[in-house]
């Protein structure tokens, strides 16, 4: 059974721009979660989407936004991106049936900001 | 309020040496699960073991063994005969789906580097 992956891999770039990062869940998982790691602030949870419905955020500001489509597959956006994005965006998918499932990680997503 | 905590930044062993990473959790409520993941330099985080709060027998899979204890809050992680494959930073997470989510709260990660 294939991971979770993530596209692109690296992306570049400046303030005041926008970016699309992608998530494609492990085939039969509908639950989707983000988070961001940084050397600051660690792992930090940005939100989850299950059955294309956002279920839980985390504590970041309306520039972070995702959404989930039928195929499970989920899309998180930045809008006037800030130097202070600059991280690793990692991607979990779990079974979602229940909030207990383990999530499986994907190989992220490194935005950096100039 | 949820925390992990992993006191231990960075160890460096030498190869076949024992290490053991800890794990210190708060959170008021009675269940609850706990995690261990991997982070290689390549980044991607590797799920290693999952145990919920009613469970708390120790588990040994071949080289890793973890040690829960609720009395003292934690959740240790075991590498016998260590290799430098296992260099990586260690996670240990929290979950707690009483509060209605599935989110996992993540200690600061301890840096693990293998000598060999």
């Known amino acids: 059974k294939a991971g979770v992956t993530q596209t692109p891999r690296y992306l570049i770039k400046t303030r005041g721009q926008q970016v699309t990062l992608s998530c494609s869940p492990i085939?039969?998982?509908?639950?989707v979660s983000w988070y961001q790691q940084t050397p600051g602030q660690g792992l930090q949870f940005l939100f989850e989407?299950?059955?294309?419905?956002?279920?839980n955020k985390g504590n970041f500001p309306g520039r972070f936004s995702g959404r989930q489509f039928s195929n499970s597959r989920s899309e998180m956006n930045v809008s006037t991106l800030e130097l202070g994005d600059s991280a690793l965006y990692l991607c979990?998918?779990?079974?979602?049936?229940?909030?207990?499932?383990?999530?499986?990680f994907g190989p992220g997503t490194r935005l950096t900001v100039l | 309020a949820q925390k992990v905590t992993q006191a231990q930044t960075e160890i460096s062993v030498v190869e076949k040496e024992d290490v053991t990473l800890d794990c210190v959790y708060e959170?008021?409520?009675?269940?609850?699960?706990l995690f261990w993941y991997k982070q290689p330099p390549s980044g991607e985080l590797v799920f290693l073991i999952r145990?919920?709060?009613?469970?708390?027998q120790n588990e040994i899979s071949g080289r890793y063994s973890w040690n829960f204890q609720k009395s003292t809050s934690s959740f240790n992680f075991t590498i016998t005969a260590s290799q430098v494959v296992d260099s990586a930073v260690y996670f240990c997470?929290?979950?707690?789906?009483?509060?209605?989510?599935?989110?996992?709260?993540f200690g600061t990660g301890t840096r693990l580097t293998v000598i060999p």
């Open positions: 979990a998918s779990s079974l979602g049936g229940s909030l207990s499932d383990t999530q499986y």
């Open positions: 085939s039969g998982h509908r639950s």
């Open positions: 989407y299950f059955s294309e419905t956002q279920r």
């Open positions: 959170t008021r409520d009675t269940t609850y699960y």
């Open positions: 145990r919920n709060s009613f469970d708390e």
């Open positions: 997470a929290l979950s707690v789906p009483q509060t209605g989510a599935n989110n996992l709260f």
